[in-house]
């Protein structure tokens, strides 16, 4: 029994005090992976332009005062009051935490007397000492499944909340189509609003759980340590390990900037495969394949660069990582698990018997073990506290876009410029939203409005001109000449650098694109909308009367075709595009606008259809612009806006005369 039990002591002894020592450091070798499979999965999220340039700076992801600040913020929106449920699943995780950190003591303690009762051969003791551990199992069991619910919960709430949040200022007005067109900040938005939402609510969540636990787990650890072994082998460890972690948060600080990079040139990779799918027509008409995998290619290689750079960064600091964390820890854990043992004056364990001192020992172990453990995940949030960082900038960044967005400010870091130093400084001194927007019924009236781009390039420098509803205008001029400008300052899309406009509100004002859109949803979706089915029951409007619509632009037979009102259908695909702008033209009759912006969308009908079109407008009310080149539309306006491409315009009436210079 006394070989054996010398035996089991050497072999138990070493184990622990080695396991204890080296706790940090295999937990860091671990853990190493585990930043780096941001993106390993394919799933990092960058937009290319994210980090926008302000004040000669770009923004950098640290764990600094404007971290804490950006957090705080944020967190304001994902916790909005003391009693919600996002409050009540912190303290459910709280509660959790600390019932784990007790089970765990207890496992402990337990798992020790089952393993002396085995050495000391007694029976008793170890059936005694089992059957707890069976009675306490399922309690333990539901102490972790608890503790599951609630962090999983937590981060659906909080990706609920930050959701609801960021797409209540994205989806407000035509800010949706300014972060893309007006603002050019942020490039790939959509990747942002989905990937990284989630990513950031699930980061802030496991780094609540990653230092609460640890905290918990020092506290009690250290607690029960100094009682057993004394106050300076926990002190001397907690000091070494807390010196090594800062030593090696310092050395990792690039991690979060590489990570960023990372994550950027995933964004660019997906961004030019996701380019390809959407434009293969277009591509394959060209026979294009050659020049986008040159493109596609040029990106991946970026990617691999930086991946490569960041592997072997992570290969050094393995190396240092070893020595620091591992090795040096080892040393430190025999010095402190051996000193109370060894030390002649520890009259404690001089007087107490081989089992008494193997039983201490071995539990000693097993709690520097854990307390070693802890630390380590403590050192480790600090990595993650980066890595949080990098995703805390991002979400910051579009918020502070769609705010200035909202209140009508934009930044494009990108301005063209133009050739003549004249041009250039009219170009400058353009202050966007500076014009004078007043909303009134049945006109349309520009007075003194440059039209510029949002870049600031002057198309046309006073534009002036007045339409009355029941006046029909069409609007010509080549390509490039400022046609569809014209109407995305009508439609407040884009900012009025001067100037008064008069315009009816924004509902009654109607475009009907060449490319008209067909949403997801019925076929009654595609006539009525924006609207729903409810808009439609309070407008009055029967679905005989959509029908009815359906058959002044000879599309009734689709009603039949395709299943009824209640019929879903990728639409976009199952039409044709004459189908799809006479669907158009039945969505205008169905709102009824005061005035309807025609922008090329009856080149796929023909003319009968389109002289019943043009004819029920102006018997129903509905004033037109039209951009067209076709000569048989003249007869259905009566003035035309003539833009030449070079600054110049002409508002006349349309005569007879004027015809032949307008085809």
Not at 86 to 106: K, N, Q
Not at 225 to 231: E, K, P, Q, W, Y
Request: net charge positive; hydrophobic share 40%; with cysteine.
């Amino acid at each position: 029994m006394a070989a054996f039990s010398k035996h089991l002591t050497g072999r138990s002894g070493a184990a622990a005090a080695a396991a204890a020592a080296a706790a940090l450091g295999v937990y860091l070798l671990k853990q190493r992976g585990h930043c780096s499979t941001l993106n390993n999965r394919g799933e990092g999220s960058a937009e290319p332009h994210l980090n926008s340039v302000k004040d000669g700076k770009k923004d950098k992801a640290a764990v600094d005062k404007v971290f804490v600040s950006r957090i705080y913020q944020i967190l304001k929106i994902l916790v909005p009051r003391m009693f919600c449920k996002e409050s009540g699943y912190l303290l459910l995780i709280a509660a959790m935490l600390v019932a784990r950190t007790y089970c765990d003591v207890w496992m402990i303690h337990n798992g020790t007397m089952i393993e002396s009762a085995i050495i000391g051969r007694s029976t008793k003791a170890f059936k005694a000492y089992l059957f707890k551990f069976i009675a306490v199992m399922p309690f333990i069991s539901l102490v972790n499944s608890s503790l599951k619910l609630g962090l999983n919960e937590l981060k659906l709430r909080f990706r609920v909340r930050l959701t609801k949040h960021l797409y209540s200022h994205y989806l407000r007005g035509f800010t949706f189509y300014k972060v893309s067109n007006v603002d050019n900040r942020i490039a790939n938005p959509d990747q942002l609003l989905t990937q990284d939402v989630e990513r950031f609510c699930n980061s802030v969540v496991d780094l609540y759980s990653n230092i609460s636990k640890p905290l918990l787990d020092i506290i009690i650890y250290i607690f029960k340590l100094t009682t057993a072994i004394g106050a300076l082998g926990p002190v001397s460890m907690l000091s070494y390990l807390l010196l090594s972690g800062l030593f090696l948060t310092r050395l990792r600080r690039p991690i979060g900037k590489m990570t960023v990079t990372e994550q950027k040139f995933e964004g660019e990779y997906r961004y030019v495969n996701s380019r390809l799918i959407t434009n293969s027509e277009e591509i394959a008409f060209y026979n294009g394949s050659k020049r986008e995998m040159k493109t596609i290619h040029d990106t991946f290689h970026k990617l691999v660069e930086h991946l490569n750079r960041f592997i072997c960064f992570r290969f050094s600091m393995g190396i240092v990582d070893s020595i620091v964390a591992k090795y040096i820890a080892l040393v430190v854990g025999y010095l402190v698990v051996s000193r109370p043992f060894l030390d002649p004056s520890n009259t404690r364990h001089l007087n107490s018997s081989h089992s008494e001192r193997l039983e201490d020992y071995y539990q000693s172990g097993r709690m520097l073990l854990s307390l070693a453990q802890a630390l380590g995940r403590i050192v480790l949030a600090g990595r993650e506290m980066t890595r949080l960082s990098g995703f805390t900038t991002r979400i910051t960044e579009i918020q502070e876009v769609l705010k200035e967005l909202n209140s009508g400010r934009y930044e494009r870091t990108m301005i063209s410029q133009l050739g003549k130093e004249s041009e250039a400084v009219d170009k400058m001194s353009l202050v966007p939203g500076s014009g004078q927007i007043v909303h009134a019924d049945n006109i349309i009236r520009f007075e003194h409005i440059p039209l510029a781009t949002p870049n600031g390039d002057i198309l046309i420098r006073d534009l002036s001109f007045e339409v009355l509803s029941g006046t029909n205008v069409l609007v010509c001029g080549p390509n490039g000449c400022g046609k569809s400008s014209l109407f995305r300052v009508l439609g407040e899309l884009w900012p009025l650098f001067g100037g008064r406009l008069t315009k009816p509100d924004r509902g009654k004002l109607f475009y009907v694109p060449q490319r008209p859109y067909m949403t997801l949803g019925s076929l009654r979706d595609q006539v009525i909308y924006p609207d729903t089915r409810e808009d439609q029951r309070r407008k009055g409007t029967s679905d005989k009367v959509l029908k009815e619509y359906l058959d002044n632009v000879q599309l009734g037979h689709i009603l039949e075709r395709e299943g009824g009102w209640d019929s879903v259908q990728d639409w976009m695909d199952i039409l044709s595009g004459g189908e799809k702008q006479r669907m158009a033209m039945a969505r205008l009759f169905y709102h009824k606008p005061q005035f309807a912006i025609l922008d090329e969308c009856t080149s796929a009908v023909s003319v009968d259809v389109e002289d019943y079109i043009y004819s029920h407008c102006r018997k129903v009310g509905i004033t037109l612009f039209t951009v067209s080149h076709r000569k048989s539309l003249w007869k259905h306006h009566e003035y035309y806006l003539h833009m030449d491409g070079r600054g110049n315009y002409q508002f006349k009436q349309i005569t007879e005369e004027t015809v032949e210079f307008g085809s």
